[in-house]
């Protein structure tokens, strides 16, 4: 949390939220999802904020070394078909970014539990 004291009279102010997901793989044994929701303003009006919540995620020993996971893009994967974790943790972001915005008393910035650009976010 950043925040700007270079506060201008101008009336029309954008507010950029871009979403990021990355995975590493575990040594075979899983995957570790960390999503990043950062927002700023346009022009640099008051904060920028980023908040990153993460997964470990354990594969089924069986069925560990029946994929090539370096061969698979799994920020995608999880971008389009992971909402069993990535719903939990752009609730607790939301939640969290809801918090922090009216820590000074002013209404709090509420965005969809989404992540920007999935599947969800298009319907």
């Known amino acids: 949390y950043d925040r700007i004291e270079n506060i201008t009279s101008k009336e029309t102010v954008l507010v950029n939220c871009t979403d ?60 389009d078909n992971g909402s069993f974790v990535t719903s939990n943790l752009m609730s607790r972001i939301s939640l969290l970014l809801a918090q922090i915005t009216s820590s000074y008393g002013q209404q709090p910035l509420i965005l969809p539990p989404i992540v920007a650009g999935s599947s969800e976010s298009q319907v």
Do not use: C, H
């Open 20 to 79: 990021n997901i990355t995975v590493e793989l575990s040594e075979g044994i899983g995957v570790k999802i960390i999503i990043t929701r950062s927002l700023a303003f346009e022009p640099e009006e008051m904060f920028q904020l980023s908040i990153a919540f993460g997964a470990d995620l354990k594969f089924e020993p069986q069925k560990a070394d029946e994929y090539n996971w370096s061969e698979i893009n799994l920020a995608e994967e999880f971008k």
